[in-house]
Structures are given as C-alpha cells and as structure tokens.
C-alpha cells in the first residue's frame, strides 16, 4: 500500500512540476512560432495567433496619417505621371486595413513595412530600404504579459509586440508598437 501511495505521490509531482515549467515556458514557445509564421509568411497560422481586433496601437492609428503623408513626398520627387500620379493619391484606410491584416502583420515585423506589393511596385528602386529584424522575447510586467521585441539591424528601430495569456497555456498577439519610420519600406526624401 505504501508503495502505490509512493507511485502516486511522484507521478502526481511529476504532473504538478511539468505544468508549472509549461506555464512558464508557454510564451517562449508561443514567441517561437509567431516569429516563424513571421519568417515563412504563414498567413493561416498568423490568422490563429493574433486577435486582429485587439491588435491596435497608438502607432498604428497614426499610420493613417503618415503613410499617405510620405508617399504624397515621395511622389512630388519622382517625374510626373504614371507612377508617380498613383502614389499621391492611396489614403490611410488601405494602410490601416492591410497593415492588422496578417500579410501586413508579417510584412511589417520583417521589415518590409506596411505597404501591399502592388504600391511598393510603384516605388523607385534607390528609395527602397532592406532591413533585416531580430527578435528578443521576456515577460512583461506581469506573468500574464509577454513581449517580443523586433530590431532592425542597420537602423536599430524597433517594433514590440504583446501578448497576453488566452487560458492557462494559450498566447494572443494583443498589440503592437510600432516606430513610425518602420511602416515605410522606403527613405522619405527631405
């Protein structure tokens, strides 16, 4: 009897301390995947890691505002028509929009920014800017908030994403803070 009450007591332990290293570690993990969605463009595995309606910032209600902003500068360098004609006139809902989509997610956590393919087509090629991300991770505040931190090598600018626990062991991409500079995959000329 003694020896069945041993058994239970260590599997019970067991079960409790690898619970416990799980609670711990779900984030990290969670952290692992969101950076490779990231990294491969995993669009459906983006779709179930990020709560698109929480995942605002203050950042991202301004891009409305500064995208379309650069790219109206951006136009008024570049020869007249074509191109040029097409960049002055995207508002900031499109850039608003894209950008809490998960291609937008993705694109602008690699560094490509915020702009859909077809707008960065229209760029000029000497504008354009290649940044590569790293990614740190660690808690927050509290063990119910996780941070991953996104930097760019060249220019050292930085984008944090926070999660926030979904049940015991589950992870949401909640928000995003992002640098102004890092929605543009371009230099804004002055």
């Known amino acids: 009897m003694k020896r069945i009450q041993l058994v239970l007591a260590v599997l019970f332990l067991t079960i409790l301390t690898g619970g416990i290293v799980l609670w711990f570690q779900s984030p990290y993990m969670f952290a692992g995947t969101l950076v490779t ?21 203050d950042a991202l209600d301004s891009m409305a505002i500064t995208i379309p902003a650069a790219l109206r500068q951006l136009s008024r360098r570049m020869p007249k028509g074509g191109d040029a004609d097409q960049l002055g006139k995207y508002n900031g809902q499109v850039f608003s929009k894209y950008a809490v989509s998960p291609e937008g997610v993705s694109s602008l956590l690699s560094g490509r920014g915020v702009l859909p393919a077809d707008v960065v087509a229209r760029l000029p090629a000497e504008v354009l800017i290649r940044r590569t991300m790293v990614s740190t991770y660690r808690y927050g505040d509290t063990f119910d908030v996780f941070q991953i931190k996104f930097v760019a090598k060249e220019t050292g600018e930085e984008a944090d994403v926070l ?28």
């Open 163 to 190: 999660l926030g626990r979904s049940g015991w062991f589950l992870w949401k991409a909640v928000r995003i803070e992002v640098k102004p500079s890092l929605y543009l995959p371009f230099k804004v000329p002055q």
């Open 37 to 57: 969605a990231i990294e491969t463009n995993d669009y459906a595995k983006l779709r179930r890691v990020i709560d698109i309606h929480t995942f605002r910032g």
